[in-house]
């Protein structure tokens, strides 16, 4: 690659601040998790203060919001249920983000992932349940999986903003499942709700024991460990971040970046496929309009708390998850408007990004030399 195509390449990808890592010293490791809690802590107040605005105790709804996410077993697993799909889907964001990829395209691939699924299981309805289940984890991962690998692709070879054209991809994957529900696959004894013709209860994905929490909380956890050791312990992971940090220095040291920017972007729409399948095998047990849910977009603000981690992505999931439990017992007991939890998201998410521009500002957190 001669001069000239490295510097277009440095004008279409744009400059990638690194974090402080986690191997730096204490005070660098603290200013990572000081500042996005800190974050959170204003969000905290601030909706506190919009809870107050609308008549209601601010201390009294977080005491709700607590309760009604974690206060008993019964609780815990309705944010359990949240959790799985939102863990999955957040690896949408965070696995490319970990190359300077800001993609938000995570509702797509999860409604792909799930057209994917509903097409497998019935396709396939006469094979032995195991088999069923395994394929159609399988059409769902291939399905979310292609879906971003083509913004990969139109972002590397084309110079197309990922951010853009894997937001309008969302757009387009909800008009196909649109289409699909109301005719090709639509079901005549689905009146109310136009879907698809239904899996067999055999075919669906059992609960975990005598819970109500299904297997696809095993699949977001061991996809969110296995991101977190691909990223942080594998040579393909330090591949991605040296590509992250500085793009032009990675195809001078011989980095295939676009090879490598394909299968990160493959594996990212490959998580959030899986939550499609997990939302139609375990939950709907159908494709319809319930299958565009918004996990999709809640699951970028996870990876954004997480810092893109697929480890702590697991407990801000699951944080997140207890917090959209929640949403029903606002409307109920305070009388707060249907979006109050939106509200709370999207503070939380600007909180987030505000505190990135923060990073080296304070004293405190700088290494002392000597």
């Known amino acids: 690659m001669d001069e000239a195509e490295l510097q277009e390449s440095a004008v279409l990808t744009p400059p990638v601040r690194i974090r402080p890592s986690l191997s730096s010293n204490w005070r660098s490791r603290l200013e990572v998790i000081v500042l996005p809690a800190g974050a959170v802590v204003v969000a905290c107040i601030v909706f506190g203060a919009f809870c107050l605005a609308e008549g209601a105790n601010p201390f009294l709804v977080y005491k709700a919001i607590y309760r009604a996410a974690f206060g008993s077993w019964y609780s815990f697993q309705n944010t359990l249920i949240r959790t799985a799909p939102l863990m999955l889907a957040a690896l949408c964001t965070g696995l490319p983000a970990r190359m300077g990829l800001i993609i938000i395209g995570n509702e797509g691939a999860l409604v792909m992932g799930g057209l994917g699924a509903i097409c497998a299981g019935l ?4 094979w032995p349940p195991l088999a069923v289940i395994t394929a159609m984890a399988a059409a769902g991962m291939l399905s979310g999986g292609l879906w971003i690998a083509a913004v990969g692709a139109l972002r590397y070879y084309r110079g197309v903003n990922e951010t853009i054209s894997s937001l309008l991809m969302n757009y387009i994957a909800i008009a196909i499942l649109n289409h699909l529900v109301n005719g090709p696959m639509h079901d005549p004894s689905s009146l109310n709700k136009p879907s698809s013709y239904p899996l067999a209860d055999a075919d669906m994905l059992q609960n975990i024991g005598d819970s109500n929490v299904h297997w696809g909380l095993v699949y ?4 969110c460990l296995l991101a977190w050791f691909l990223i942080e312990r594998t040579t393909f992971g330090f591949k991605v971040r040296v590509i992250g940090g500085n793009v032009r220095a990675a195809r001078i040291a011989g980095l295939s970046v676009g090879k490598i920017t394909l299968i990160i972007c493959f594996l990212a729409g490959a998580s959030a496929g899986v939550a499609g399948m997990v939302e139609v095998a375990a939950v709907h047990g159908r494709a319809n309009d319930s299958l565009n849910s918004s996990y999709g977009y809640s699951s970028i603000l996870v990876s954004f708390v997480a810092r893109h981690n697929g480890a ?6 699951t944080l997140l998850g207890g917090i959209l439990a929640s949403g029903g017992i606002l409307q109920r007991a305070f009388h707060l408007p249907d979006a109050t939890i939106i509200v709370f998201q999207s503070l939380v998410f600007l909180a987030i990004l505000y505190s ?12 002392r030399k000597g």
């Open 356 to 367: 990135d521009s923060l990073y080296g500002k304070f004293a405190f957190f700088q290494e």
């Open 312 to 317: 702590a992505t697991i407990l801000t999931a």
């Open 220 to 223: 977001g956890l061991v996809a």
């Open 123 to 126: 396709a396939l309805a006469s």
